[in-house]
């Protein structure tokens, strides 16, 4: 078989900045282990797969180790490269996924995910994790993802897990979220997943998931500026609107070619 395949940095306005997806379009679903096979050789942090359905696309995300319920940062490269390189004449992509329908606008540069938002909700966090951060969080919470909460952005910036303690745990489909409040934004973070071939993810679409609803909370808006401070760094423009969350962020092809399976 010979496939299309795209690369593209995601929540991004240019190449090596962002968080980097593959995206693969295909007629009909592949069997689940050769779209495995073709995540684990495409070695960025999610591929995501889509099929045409006769209203809108049927789409899935794996990463090189599993198949995910969710990906935002793959699922605003896979509109990226509908709306920018399929002739796309609307102004909305409708998604079939695992989490329900997926909606993403588009509007100039702008692509905007409508995702179901995930309020946390305060936790324990294994030993484990807090000796791996070493830091102390002021507040624990949980959704999908562990959500530790710091007082400063600085430590955002310095935090330095250790992986070895991490990879001792299992959190699939899950992963690590530290935050804390911005200063030039309203919040920052970054995320781990423990045991995962990319152990820091440059930007997370599905975490804001559950931190828009929290720091909607916590700053009393609803409209956010966000930045996840990975050393590709990615801008996030967000919204809570009850149980979903909009999720802002510019695209761009960084690879077009063909795979042979």
Aim: net charge negative; proline share 5%.
């Amino acid at each position: 078989m010979r496939l299309p395949i795209f690369q593209v940095d995601a929540f991004t306005d240019k190449v090596f900045g962002g968080n980097p997806a593959a995206v693969c379009l295909l007629e009909n679903w592949l069997s689940d282990d050769v779209m495995q096979q073709i995540a684990r050789e495409n070695s960025v942090a999610e591929t995501a797969f889509f099929i045409p359905l006769d209203e809108g696309f049927e789409i899935r995300w794996f990463t090189p180790e599993i198949e995910m319920d969710l990906c935002g940062h793959a699922t605003l490269a896979a509109a990226h490269i509908i709306a920018r390189h399929l002739n796309y004449s609307l102004s909305s992509i409708q998604f079939k996924s695992k989490s329900g329908k997926l909606t993403v606008t588009i509007e100039d540069k702008l692509l905007t995910l409508n995702f179901p938002s995930r309020e946390p909700k305060p936790s324990k966090a294994p030993q484990i994790i807090l000796d791996a951060i070493k830091y102390q969080p002021k507040e624990i919470l949980k959704s999908r993802d562990y959500i530790l909460v710091f007082e400063d952005e600085e430590i955002i910036r310095l935090l330095q897990p250790n992986q070895s303690i991490l990879d001792r745990i299992n959190l699939d489909p899950g992963g690590i979220i530290v935050t804390a409040q911005g200063k030039n934004v309203d919040f920052v973070s970054r995320f781990f997943t423990p045991q995962a071939s990319i152990f820091e993810d440059p930007v997370t679409g599905s975490a804001h998931c559950s931190l828009i609803p929290y720091w909607s909370k916590k700053l009393n808006k609803d409209s956010l500026v966000a930045l996840q401070l990975s050393s590709r760094i990615g801008k996030l423009f967000c919204k809570n609107v009850g149980e979903r969350v909009l999720i802002s962020g510019e695209a761009v092809t960084y690879l077009e070619g063909h795979i042979l399976v």
